[in-house]
């Protein structure tokens, strides 16, 4: 092999270590980092759970200052995100009674689900779990809904038994596995879900997009990072 083709081949290979590490660093800068981590769901006993007659979930201290609402599909990846980087900053801001969080779940990635309807049963899970009052362990129930135990559109999907599995470990009670394992909610939480849905687009004025974050009819940036500060300040 000549010196020329050598020299060649090894400014080819340079240039591709250097793509490659410079792709690292982009990656690396773009991985978004998450608030309060180590903080974990709600702590307070203080805090309740309320399930509100249109199926939305109060989650918050009676004395709280500030409610926001956030519309989630229970499939959503971009749900899960939100979750996964501010859900411990949202519990904490709950705990001290900055923040109370409305959660309007929707239904419309039902099928984009192995079972074809996932994201009903998912939410009626959390209606089941809302419903047992306590604050913590809903809150518990549903950080681990959305992040860890979140399947991926199109791959298998969580039973209402192992729904109620992870309900379990959050600490719900015996009648709240009851009703989540037996779908008690399912046939409610899919009219309370379409309607959600509804609202949502109609406040977005067009189709319907999750997440969403409101303080009343204004619509909060998610993407700005310091978002759960601002509102809570």
């Known amino acids: 092999m000549s010196s020329v083709t050598t020299y060649a081949l090894g400014g080819v290979a340079l240039a591709l270590i250097v793509l490659i590490v410079i792709a690292a660093i982009r990656w690396g800068r773009d991985e978004a980092t998450v608030r309060n981590d180590g903080y974990g769901p709600v702590r307070d006993p203080g805090v309740g759970a309320v399930l509100e007659q249109d199926g939305s979930i109060l989650l918050g ?32 801001k709950i705990d001290e009674g900055k923040l109370v969080v409305r959660y ?23 209606q089941c779990v809302a419903q047992g009052g306590s604050g913590s362990v809903y809150s518990k129930f549903h950080l681990e809904l959305f992040t860890t135990k979140r399947p991926s559109e199109g791959g298998a999907d969580l039973t209402n038994a192992e729904l109620a599995a992870i309900a379990g470990d959050a600490g719900a009670s015996e009648s709240v ?19 959600q849905t509804d609202a949502l687009g109609a406040a ?26 601002s509102l809570t300040n």
């Open 204 to 229: 977005l004025g067009g189709s319907a997009a999750t997440p969403a974050v409101f303080e009343g009819t204004t619509k909060v940036d998610v993407n700005a990072e310091d978002w759960v500060v």
């Open 61 to 92: 201290r009676p004395d709280a200052k500030k409610t926001i609402d956030i519309f989630e599909d229970p499939l959503c990846p971009g749900c899960g995100n939100l979750e996964h980087i501010y859900g411990q900053e949202i519990a904490q």
């Open 104 to 126: 309007r779940l929707v239904n419309f990635l039902d099928s984009r689900s192995r079972s074809k309807d996932y994201s009903t049963r998912a939410v009626a899970a959390n």
């Open 177 to 195: 596995l009851q009703c989540v394992s037996t779908g008690a909610k399912v046939d409610s939480a899919r009219t309370t879900a379409k309607a």
